[in-house]
């Protein structure tokens, strides 16, 4: 059995180690790691927890983010997209003059046709104490110079930050250019 597994092996290895004329290459094109990058404005129009839903057009819960990712290209069709988003929660009526935190949001992307991404992203907020991840929608509009405005519908799931606290679901609009 030692003696046949040697010569398979020792038969594999000059079958494919032999560089004739004869023999017809496959080289495939190398592909960019880097697939794009993108800029935006995130707004959550809207949260659920505990049975009860809030809409964020009060002064007291508002908050505005402005993410900012790389795009990386995989072997296959999914994409990894690493993105931070700042956000700021201005406190209009209060004598706090805003609040920010940095929420760290790695993800996988699917591109579709017609410009059409599905994706899913793992979300930690740094400063609110809060995880969780976030699915979302992506539409994008590609212009002449390659860059591409998009729209996103997000739906950011999280966790925290008390033990009480329990899961809230979020939803929102994010708009951005892909470069």
Not at 46 to 52: A, I, K, V
Not at 160 to 174: D, F, I
Request: net charge positive.
């Amino acid at each position: 059995m030692y003696k046949l597994i040697c010569l398979i092996i020792l038969m594999t290895t000059i079958i494919y180690s032999a560089n004739t004329q004869d023999t017809i290459q496959n080289v495939k094109p190398e592909v960019s790691k880097v697939a794009g990058y993108h800029i935006g404005v995130v707004q959550i129009m809207f949260m659920h927890n505990n049975g009860e839903t809030t809409f964020f057009d009060r002064t007291s819960v508002y908050s505005v983010g402005f993410p900012f990712g790389i795009t990386l290209n995989t072997l296959g069709k999914i994409k990894i997209d690493m993105e931070l988003v700042p956000f700021i929660n201005p406190y209009i009526y209060s004598n706090l003059p805003y609040k920010i935190h940095l929420l760290y949001h790695p993800g996988i992307l699917y591109p579709l046709k017609n410009g059409w991404t599905l994706g899913l992203r793992a979300a930690f907020e740094i400063g609110e104490g809060q995880f969780g991840f976030t699915p979302l929608i992506n539409k994008a509009f590609k212009n002449n110079n390659g860059a591409s405005f998009f729209i996103e519908l997000v739906a950011p799931g999280r966790f925290g930050p008390e033990k009480n606290s329990g899961y809230a679901q979020l939803g929102g609009v994010h708009i951005g250019f892909g470069f």
